[in-house]
């Protein structure tokens, strides 16, 4: 991180919701020795990856509250005299979102507008940034894919997550909400929840790996993914929220990796050392759900702040693994 950031949040207030999940309090850990204030708003809701051990090692220098976003008056005790929201509360999978679609959209949407309103109550000049998905686009027409490509979600959850977008959007247009949106594709590294297997694939793979269980691909797994390891994602909010020139704007991140599915799988497999690739056919109705190979043009982003990706797959998937095997009794 260059001198140019770390002056920048010297002395900030900062408030991250949902920050004892998995990109929260890493997003934390980074934010602390750069002198920031840093509060972790969490609902620590199950099964959403809520974990006190996630902040081991800077849990006295993190303000940490147990609150939710949906309560307006949780957000009037914690926003005022804020200079930065990053805004990571939300149910993070897909396909909980088909079941319970009215949770979904409490969370997501609500609980969003719920921020927005009390952030123009309470701190109307805090920069405020949102952790957007790759899954906005739904089925992938071209590639690589830059942020003006169709949005045609495939899912309730990414129809949420493209509602919230606009709310952002609107509140910037119409209110002068500092607002900067990142959408994120599969991200992975130390400190997701390991208990399920519905919010971050490669976690639950060296979960499996580690417990010698087998890997299951659909198909050959030719797909291509942007697997980009939390670090990376850290450092795009960080770059973001420092700059004024960001306010109003949706973002790509991504890794500048080729992978397809089953490389990641042979990945984890040989860094573990232990578990089983099995190939099974796609499900029947495999075709309303893929969105087809994605990889993100991140030309923006880089010309905006200068982020580029720096973790490569191999280092990334080793130090998760590394992570894991130390800390497993806390996330299994």
């Known amino acids: 991180m260059s001198d140019t950031y770390e002056n920048f949040y010297k002395g900030k207030s900062v408030l991250i919701t949902g920050g004892l999940g998995f990109l929260g ?122 942020e003006t490509h169709p949005t045609q979600p495939l899912s309730i959850y990414g129809v949420h997550k493209l509602a919230a977008e606009k709310y952002y959007r609107i509140y910037y247009d119409t209110r002068g909400v500092r607002s900067t949106i990142i959408r994120i594709p599969n991200p992975y590294g ?30 050959s797994g030719e797909q291509e993914r942007d697997y980009l390891y939390v670090d990376d994602i850290v450092e795009a909010f960080l770059r973001v929220a420092a700059t004024d020139r960001t306010d109003g704007e949706v973002y790509n991140i991504g890794t500048d990796e080729r992978v397809r599915f089953v490389d990641m799988v042979d990945t984890v497999i040989a860094l573990v050392g232990g578990g089983k690739k099995e190939h099974v056919p796609w499900p029947a109705s495999y075709e309303r759900n893929e969105t087809g190979s994605y990889r993100a043009d991140t030309r923006k982003i880089r010309s905006a702040v200068g982020w580029k990706p720096s973790v490569q797959l191999h280092d990334g998937i080793r130090r998760t693994v590394d992570y894991y095997r130390e800390h497993r009794a806390r996330y299994w």
């Open 25 to 146: 309090s890493n997003l934390a850990r980074a934010l602390v020795p750069l002198g920031a204030r840093v509060t972790v708003l969490d609902a620590q809701l199950p099964p959403y990856g809520a974990n006190p051990f996630n902040l081991h090692g800077v849990e006295d220098r993190v303000r940490v509250i147990t609150g939710d976003i949906r309560h307006p008056n949780v957000l009037s005790v914690v926003l005022p005299g804020t200079d930065v929201v990053f805004n990571f509360a939300a149910q993070v999978s897909y396909i909980d979102s088909g079941k319970e679609p009215f949770l979904d959209v409490d969370v997501n949407c609500v609980g969003h507008l719920h921020v927005l309103e009390a952030l123009c109550a309470y701190a109307p000049s805090a920069k405020i940034c949102f952790s957007s998905s790759r899954l906005v686009y739904g089925k992938i027409l071209t590639t690589p894919v830059d």
């Open 190 to 219: 130390p400190r997701q929840q390991m208990k399920h297997s519905r919010y971050s694939i490669v976690g639950w793979f060296v979960r499996r790996a580690l417990d010698h269980q087998p890997l299951t691909v659909y198909g």
